[in-house]
């Protein structure tokens, strides 16, 4: 998706293709059905002391950030200016003309059998397609303000990101004037401006949060108690310290941690899981949209963009309940197997694995033939479900797994990308090419992409929000009467987020679910009594066929 940076053409100097109009304006439905569907995924698998929130808030984010897009949003992301921001003085979403068309360009002057390779589209039908995307990324980050921060907080909050965050980087990704689409990497529907960023923003909120509620010292206590007890169970660390204490005759080095220094982890009772699965369903359904619109035409290419998402998310969240059911055939046979860790709803897995398959294959949709597509949702689940206890240790407050499932599925997505693209499955969309770089080329154009978006929302976001409360702060000081340590209690009581004296986080809504989300734990499974499962030796044979 890219904006030739040159005056914009009227209506009478170009053909527009009606079936490509009518099919931008499609994909712009779907891709706002997905802020729709974030409410229900957030609100469903999030807790039920904040799932009125979690349910309104994606939709209010949406609402603003699409005004805030046709303000000055779409000017400082597609209009001519530098690599970072477009002009303001140029044009905005309200001021554009219906006679005004959009022309892109692949940075190629080549013409296809077909036609020139250039495509005109009208400049609103475009404006309106793209502030969908900006509207679902800022929704993707509702899920860090769990009991944490007030709504009016958030959307102050969010403004000021989508600006000088989201913009930049869907500039520099997509822009022709962008210094990574001058790069040539490929990004076809925002595996960095949209996944990669938003999971970034979110992890800065977790860290920024655990570390306001907890204070410096006990959070950095927790994280290094948390480093050296992974390091002192790593099976080839410690094989290297025997070899080494053998060969040396020394005492093998194991670093110390105390357990008393690691900060649980966040345990809430989920709202709806039903709900959380139907909210899954639309999501992949309006990801049709987003993938195959990016293709911005009625064309072969968006046609494959559609099919691999497909193939992606099915092998994703298959994936995701294969590895759960060998994790659990494993466990069961063992002396530690507890029944209630696994007796999860396999569903809420596979909605994992689902998400993660589209969050990897959005980058490469449009550069991928179907035949690899599986690979992204095999990769990008399978890594996805094995990372969880990690980030669930050092991100004990992004509950929602957003950054594991975006930001990480988001890299994979674009390092495949780098190794699968197609000149093929490019060129079918009759105006775009593939760039002639080596596929180690394009995988290091790819991970500057990738780090650069990572770093940038990251260190963004903490400046966003250390800006916020320095201004709390500022406003606490001149309000308060004290007269001993008048900075340092103002400072304390300037927090960007609300938490209890243990640091666990404090905001409830006033009108929460009860009793129509309750569900029964009985002590069975599978008909049978927990209480007989013998750990020690396992289910009698008699007993799996019925579990099974």
């Not at 303000?145 to 869907?170: D, E, G, N």
């Amino acid at each position: 998706m890219e904006r030739m940076a040159a005056p914009i053409l009227t209506r009478a100097d170009v053909t527009l293709d009606k079936a490509d109009i009518a099919w931008l304006m499609i994909c712009s439905a779907l891709v706002f059905l997905m802020v729709i569907s974030i409410s229900m995924v957030y609100s469903g698998l999030g807790s039920r002391l904040f799932a009125i929130t979690l349910f309104k808030q994606p939709l209010l984010t949406g609402a603003m950030i699409s005004f805030q897009w046709y303000l000055w949003g779409y000017a400082l992301t597609f209009t001519p200016g530098n690599t970072w921001f477009g002009s303001l003085s140029t044009a905005n979403g309200l001021q554009m003309s219906p006679s005004d068309v959009y022309s892109t360009n692949q940075g190629s002057s080549v013409t296809t059998s077909e036609g020139p390779s250039v495509q005109h589209l009208p400049e609103l039908a475009f404006a309106l397609f793209q502030g969908m995307f900006a509207a679902f990324t800022a929704a993707l980050i509702c899920a860090g303000t769990m009991q944490k921060m007030h709504s009016a907080r958030y959307l102050l909050f969010v403004s000021v990101w989508s600006a000088v965050i989201y913009s930049p980087i869907a500039r520099w990704s997509w822009y022709s004037e962008g210094w990574s689409h001058q790069l040539g990497s490929m990004d076809f529907a925002g595996g960095t401006p949209v996944h990669i960023a938003s999971g970034a923003a979110v992890a800065a909120m977790s860290i920024f949060y655990f570390f306001e509620s907890n204070g410096w010292q006990r959070a950095y206590l927790h994280l290094s108690s948390v480093t050296k007890k992974r390091i002192n169970e790593n099976l080839p660390w410690a094989a290297a310290m025997w070899v080494k204490s053998w060969l040396f005759n020394t005492s093998p080095w194991l670093p110390e941690y105390k357990q008393t220094d690691i900060i649980s982890g966040r345990d809430y009772e989920v709202y709806d899981v039903n709900q959380a699965i139907f909210g899954t369903g639309l999501l992949w359904f309006g990801w049709f949209g987003f993938n195959g619109g990016s293709a911005l035409g009625a064309n072969s290419r968006a046609v494959s963009a559609c099919l691999a998402t497909h193939v992606a998310a099915c092998a994703g969240g298959t994936t995701t309940v294969f590895f759960h059911w060998v994790l659990k055939q494993i466990y069961m046979r063992s002396a530690d197997y507890e029944p209630r860790e696994f007796r999860r709803l396999t569903a809420v897995h596979f909605c994992d694995g689902a998400i993660a398959g589209l969050v990897a294959i959005t980058p490469g949709s449009g550069y991928v033939p179907v035949s690899t597509s599986a690979i992204f949702g095999i990769v990008s689940s399978a890594v996805v479900y094995m990372l969880k206890p990690l980030t669930s240790e050092y991100l004990p407050d992004d509950e929602l797994k957003v950054f594991l499932i975006h930001t990480v599925s988001g890299f994979i997505g674009m390092f495949l990308t780098g190794c699968f693209a197609s000149q093929e499955v490019v060129e079918s969309d009759g105006f775009s090419v593939l760039t002639t770089a080596s596929v180690s080329e394009r995988l290091g154009n790819q991970m500057k992409d990738a780090f650069a978006g990572l770093g940038y929302s990251f260190s963004g976001t903490i400046i966003i929000l250390m800006i916020g409360r320095s201004i709390m702060f500022a406003v606490k000081w001149m309000r308060s009467d004290e007269t001993k340590d008048r900075a340092a209690k103002a400072w304390s009581k300037a927090n960007i987020f609300k938490f209890g004296t243990d640091g666990s986080p404090a905001i409830q809504d006033r009108l929460r679910a009860r009793e129509r989300h309750t569900w029964e734990d009985d002590a069975m499974e599978g008909g049978i009594p927990l209480s007989t499962l013998d750990n020690d030796r396992g289910p009698s044979p008699r007993q799996w066929n019925r579990m099974e």
